[in-house]
């Protein structure tokens, strides 16, 4: 069985490759912490595995919203806001992570979407 943890960016923002980067880092910790407590099985498989790593895009706020209150039901998830220090406002949703978690069940949900 293959494992894989997504990140999910919001393409709207006009976030620079570091911010995007530094975004993307937020979202792979925090919804790795939650795996750890949910699914520590899916975890250890996972990094046994090369710990896959997808980033992909959505085009704003609606449909990063929309995509994370169905997956945050099924999957260890988190939903990264801004803290506002630097290019986006404080508090604004930026991205998400998913798992890791089996990667059939994610692409159910994330397999339309294309890459950043």
């Known amino acids: 069985m293959a494992y894989k943890q997504v990140i999910v960016v919001r393409a709207d923002l006009g976030m620079g490759k570091g911010k995007i980067a530094a975004q993307c880092a937020h979202a792979s910790?925090?919804?790795?912490?939650?795996?750890e407590m949910e699914n520590p099985g899916d975890v250890r498989e996972w990094k046994e595995t090369g710990q896959q790593k997808s980033v992909l895009k959505v085009a704003g706020k609606m449909e990063l919203l929309?995509?994370?209150e169905k997956v945050k039901k099924i999957f260890p998830t988190a939903l990264i806001r801004?803290?506002?220090?630097?290019?986006?406002?404080?508090?604004?949703?930026t991205?998400?992570?998913?798992?890791?978690?089996?990667?059939?069940?994610?692409?159910?949900y994330t397999g339309k979407l294309k890459l950043l």
């Open 29 to 35: 910790v925090s919804a790795l912490e939650k795996a």
């Open 66 to 68: 929309e995509l994370f």
């Open 82 to 93: 801004d803290a506002g220090l630097t290019q986006i406002a404080e508090g604004e949703m």
């Open 95 to 108: 991205c998400i992570g998913i798992g890791p978690a089996e990667e059939r069940e994610i692409d159910k």
